[in-house]
């Protein structure tokens, strides 16, 4: 028989059931019932069903947090995924493409804002560590992520996307695009449009990804025989105002750009968002998409981040699965979209 429970309006909130109510309930053991509602060993499916089934009257929840605590040396069926700054449009289908791989594997992803603050990416990975999940992601924006080599050597499956720090090349998985190539292609399509001073506005080159998009403008500009003129070049930006005054400082100078190169998409909504892209519309080109970057013309170098956290996904599952393997280290290949400037 089921288990009795007190109504809510009786002496508080009801007890959650328990898998004992629900061995009960269906006459089997409970660890019949624990296998068959964590799917994690052998039970005949007409003996699952009706166990889901009486888990779904009785209003279970199952509670992995418990039983981690139980398992002592175990980990939670989540992932954790660390991001940069959560309003950057580049993140959502990246995590996107993680939850398609979290769910295949049965695991819940978490994820955790740094806000462009390095000491709080320190906390939040700390607080996911602390929480034992199964794995972690990171979309890196500190420099200083060293400890984390050391966490992968007790076992901690750990991959960076998008831009992995310097200095850990090679020690743990990571997953990037084809940040210099792609810019060296982009800054040429421009050189072709006829234009001999293209502006650069850069994000903190922490990373790997930032550093080699600069290096890739660099080439494509000494390829084009064109100097390097730092009058023109702002960097170190991380919010779309930052980009907005760099812009305005830029492009009301005595000889300024005739189109500018930003290296991620939020600086690129920064700069249209000046009075002085207003006055004088350059052209422009981005690395990473956005939605309104066909309204206004916007040339892109599209990264596909949902791929990007597809791949890093399967890397960390991977790894999961083979914690001794070799570090891997996969490369989306980004497309280059030309649009004309309206």
């Known amino acids: 028989?089921?288990?009795?429970?007190?109504?809510?309006?009786?002496?508080?909130?009801?007890?959650?059931?328990?898998?004992?109510?629900?061995?009960?309930?269906?006459?089997?053991?409970?660890?019949?019932?624990?296998?068959?509602?964590?799917?994690?060993?052998?039970?005949?499916?007409?003996?699952?069903?009706?166990?889901?089934?009486?888990?779904?009257?009785?209003?279970?929840?199952?509670?992995?947090?418990?039983?981690?605590?139980?398992?002592?040396?175990?980990?939670?069926?989540?992932?954790?995924?660390?991001?940069?700054?959560?309003?950057?449009?580049?993140?959502?289908?990246?995590?996107?493409?993680?939850?398609?791989?979290?769910?295949?594997?049965?695991?819940?992803?978490?994820?955790g804002d740094a806000q462009n603050d390095a000491d709080l990416e320190h906390r939040v990975i700390r607080q996911f560590f602390a929480h034992r999940v199964a794995g972690l992601i990171v979309a890196p924006i500190g420099d200083d992520l060293a400890y984390l080599a050391e966490e992968a050597s007790f076992g901690a499956a750990i991959v960076f996307v998008d831009s992995p720090p310097p200095g850990l090349d090679g020690l743990l998985d990571a997953v990037t695009t084809t940040n210099e190539r792609s810019t060296r292609e982009g800054i040429a399509m421009l050189v072709a449009r006829g234009h001999r001073r293209i502006g650069f506005l850069g994000h903190?080159?922490?990373?790997?990804?930032?550093?080699?998009?600069?290096?890739?403008?660099?080439?494509?500009?000494?390829?084009?025989?064109?100097?390097?003129?730092?009058?023109?070049?702002?960097?170190?930006?991380?919010?779309?105002?930052?980009?907005?005054?760099?812009?305005?400082?830029?492009?009301?100078?005595t000889d300024p750009p005739t189109a500018v190169f930003t290296d991620n998409n939020r600086l690129c909504t920064g700069l249209l968002l000046s009075t002085g892209y207003a006055e004088r519309p350059v052209d422009v080109l981005s690395f990473d998409d956005f939605p309104l970057a066909p309204k206004f013309g916007v040339s892109v170098i599209d990264s596909d981040p949902y791929e990007v956290g597809r791949v890093g996904a399967e890397l960390l599952f991977d790894r999961l699965a083979d914690r001794g393997r070799p570090a891997q280290r996969a490369v989306v290949p980004a497309r280059l979209v030309v649009r004309e400037r309206t």
Do not use: C
Not at 72 to 83: E, F, H, I, Y
Not at 215 to 227: C, F, I, M, T
């Open 204 to 253: 903190p080159r922490a990373g790997s990804g930032a550093l080699e998009r600069w290096n890739g403008y660099r080439a494509a500009l000494a390829e084009a025989g064109l100097p390097l003129d730092m009058d023109i070049v702002r960097d170190g930006l991380v919010t779309d105002a930052d980009a907005t005054a760099a812009a305005e400082s830029m492009l009301v100078a």
């Open 1 to 111: 028989m089921p288990t009795e429970q007190t109504p809510a309006s009786v002496g508080g909130p009801r007890r959650r059931p328990r898998l004992q109510d629900i061995a009960e309930a269906t006459g089997v053991s409970i660890k019949t019932v624990s296998r068959a509602i964590r799917g994690d060993g052998p039970v005949r499916d007409e003996t699952r069903a009706r166990i889901l089934a009486e888990a779904d009257r009785l209003g279970f929840q199952l509670n992995d947090i418990a039983a981690g605590l139980r398992r002592k040396n175990q980990s939670m069926a989540t992932v954790g995924v660390t991001l940069g700054d959560v309003t950057n449009p580049f993140f959502a289908p990246m995590l996107r493409g993680i939850h398609s791989v979290a769910t295949r594997h049965q695991h819940l992803v978490l994820s």
